[in-house]
């Protein structure tokens, strides 16, 4: 039998990189998480993983110790908040605070558990933020400055699209890959495909669910695509032990009348923004006084998604950004979900809906937001396994 390498998951989220990665046979040993709802979702789902639920920076030796083999981890991993560096709204990118820095937590741990190799990951915005307003110097070269003064100084950088690694949306993300040792050669994914997965290939064999009601499938319809199998493949992402005879998050969300109006007059492709751009002024005014149209524009609210292509990011804020592309509603959790490429097994806990300002829970949209794509993550264990292989057995 293969050696599984191991794998510490910091800033874990609701376990993104922990379900690619066991899909490329890691074995997960100790997960980090701040959020408590996340810490449920991946507890939930990976219930082998001992998974702390504390601030990083609370966490010590005597926390991991007993979990990490004695000749140290393989792996640890990192994608710590990204907020702070994400060019998606001025405001956040103008906050200087602790989260920018958070970066050192994953070095420390690393250390801790004396690993081998690192993988940060965060938004490709992170290579130009400076440390302060008045301080020119870039955070993404702290950080690499701190890797070396810990022993990583054998790194190379990589920034992947998802859909180059079979992930049906447009999502790209800044990586380094660091490790202990000078004479190890390091590489990044090499893309898998050269056609995108689309959006229609995603949401495959879903049923269709009605907004306002208690309507929901929990059977799959005869529809199927190479993804949508993949997404129920219990054998590739190593979930055998989980029931996929029903469908799990897919129930259909409450809209104001209003809502469900503005979301029939928004063409595949267009949103919020578009509306405003075609209609006249008066129609605007109209629909405005009808509660149809809201008084301040979003450039990314309401985008119905295209059936042929790949989805926009999925971000966060994907329960108000993106429209079902040919149902008048907003998304549920599992296409969300299937857009992120979550295996169908996969259930988030946590509160359907709760407000952004809370940094103590998410709700189920925000932790698949927020998450790293699991076939992005399959993607790197995959390319370290091979790294690992070579050098270590």
């Not at 709760?354 to 927020?370: A, C, F, L």
């Amino acid at each position: 039998m293969a050696k599984r390498f191991t794998h510490i998951d910091c800033f874990a989220g609701p376990g993104g990189i922990c379900t690619g990665l066991h899909a490329a046979d890691f074995e997960t040993l100790v997960a980090i998480e701040y959020v408590k709802s996340c810490c449920e979702t991946y507890q939930y789902n990976h219930p082998e993983v001992h998974v702390i639920h504390s601030d990083i920076r609370k966490v010590g030796k005597e926390d991991i110790e007993k979990y990490i083999p004695q000749e140290g981890v393989d792996l640890v991993t990192s994608g710590m908040p990204c907020e702070t560096f994400s060019n998606a709204g001025t405001t956040s990118r103008s906050f200087y605070d602790d989260r920018q820095f958070l970066f050192r937590e994953g070095i420390r741990i690393a250390q801790l558990a004396n690993a081998k190799m690192i993988l940060f990951e965060n938004v490709p915005g992170i290579t130009s933020k400076t440390v302060a307003a008045d301080d020119p110097t870039l955070i993404i070269n702290v950080l690499k400055q701190e890797l070396k003064e810990a022993g990583y100084e054998n790194y190379i950088e990589a920034k992947l699209s998802a859909v180059d690694f079979g992930v049906p949306q447009k999502r790209v993300r800044y990586f380094i890959l660091a490790t202990r040792f000078k004479d190890w050669e390091l590489s990044a994914p090499t893309p898998t495909h050269t056609e995108a997965v689309t959006v229609g290939d995603a949401l495959a064999g879903l049923p269709e669910v009605f907004p306002n009601t208690d309507i929901y499938g929990t059977e799959y319809t005869k529809e199927a695509s190479a993804y949508s199998n993949l997404m129920r493949n219990l054998e590739f992402w190593h979930r055998e032990s989980f029931d996929d005879s029903k469908i799990v998050n897919h129930f259909p969300m409450r809209h104001k009348a209003g809502t469900l109006k503005r979301f029939s007059l928004i063409r595949p492709g267009e949103g919020v923004k578009h509306l405003f751009a075609r209609l006249s002024t008066e129609e605007i005014a109209k629909l405005q006084a009808q509660k149809v149209l809201p008084k301040k524009v979003f450039a990314k609210r309401n985008i119905r998604l295209e059936k042929d292509r790949p989805a926009l990011t999925v971000t966060s804020h994907c329960l108000d950004e993106n429209i079902h592309p040919i149902q008048d509603r907003a998304l549920t959790v599992r296409e969300c979900a299937r857009l992120q490429s979550f295996p169908d097994t996969y259930y988030f806990c946590g509160p359907y809906s709760v407000s952004h300002d809370n940094r103590d829970v998410q709700d189920k949209y925000e932790q698949i937001g927020d998450a790293v794509p699991p076939l992005l993550a399959y993607a790197w264990g995959s390319n370290i396994s091979n790294i690992l292989n070579r050098y270590t057995l």
